[in-house]
């Protein structure tokens, strides 16, 4: 099974920018839709942003205009582009497929804090 191995989160100033890497395994190129999500301390994990094989992409509201979700098929990666970071974007980030089908990694964290 393709496991997953996230990277690129830190500690940030509010309105930073931080850019995460995911790694997979195995291929990717015939997943078709790929997630990025997030789980702050005390709350329910959350779906941030999707992409599709084709490059289609969706995202949460509360991050629409501010980060990208992309892919590279050819190296396995799916990668977060966070750009004007809030506190509130404060969370552990994880990838995985959508829905989620696959073992869980252990995330990276994110902090956005002065």
């Known amino acids: 099974q393709v496991t997953l191995v996230e990277s690129g989160g830190g500690l940030v100033q509010p309105g930073g920018s931080l850019r995460l890497s995911c790694a997979a395994s195995g291929s990717i190129s015939r997943i078709y839709a790929m997630a990025w999500y997030r789980q702050a301390p005390g709350k329910q994990r959350e779906l941030v942003a999707v992409?599709?094989?084709?490059?289609?992409?969706n995202y949460a509201n509360s991050v629409k205009g501010r980060f990208t979700i992309s892919r590279d098929n050819a190296k396995n990666t799916v990668y977060l582009q966070m750009n004007s970071l809030k506190p509130e974007d404060t969370a552990v980030y994880y990838c995985?497929?959508?829905?989620?089908?696959?073992?869980w990694g252990q995330g990276t964290q994110v902090t956005v804090s002065s």
């Open positions: 992409i599709s094989s084709g490059t289609v992409t």
């Open positions: 995985n497929t959508r829905p989620s089908s696959l073992a």
